[in-house]
């Protein structure tokens, strides 16, 4: 497991007050190395991450996170399966910045991430 920090941009489409679907994109901030099964080591570097994640805020301000994505980086590209949970603060109307706590189920391995996210509501 890695831990490893990012910053995105984060468009969420809200269908009722607790549920919206979220299309995710994130630069990881980290050079780091994996074990790659009969490869032997794999550098991962800036990896770009993209998912869409269906959310749930079961209290305000407050939501779960889950969905499918794909990790894109120079050396290899895997399927991601993203979980988490994120703390928003409002901005302007419906503008927000939110910290965000994740686990990257990665084929070939899992990361931590922490990450801060721009984005807003329609």
Known sequence: MHIVPSFGVKYT??????IGLAWTNEVEFANYMIEYEGHGEL?????FVSA???????IPKLGLLAGPGVELERNQNFFVLKVGVEYEVKL???RFISTE??????????????????????
């Open 92 to 94: 302007l109307d419906d």
């Open 52 to 58: 869409v994640l269906f959310s749930y805020e079961p």
């Open 13 to 18: 489409r809200r269908f009722s007050e607790k």
């Open 101 to 122: 706590a994740y686990y990257d189920i990665k084929e070939v391995y899992g990361a931590l991430g922490l990450g801060l996210s721009v984005g807003a509501k329609f």
């Open 43 to 47: 550098e991962r570097e800036f990896a």
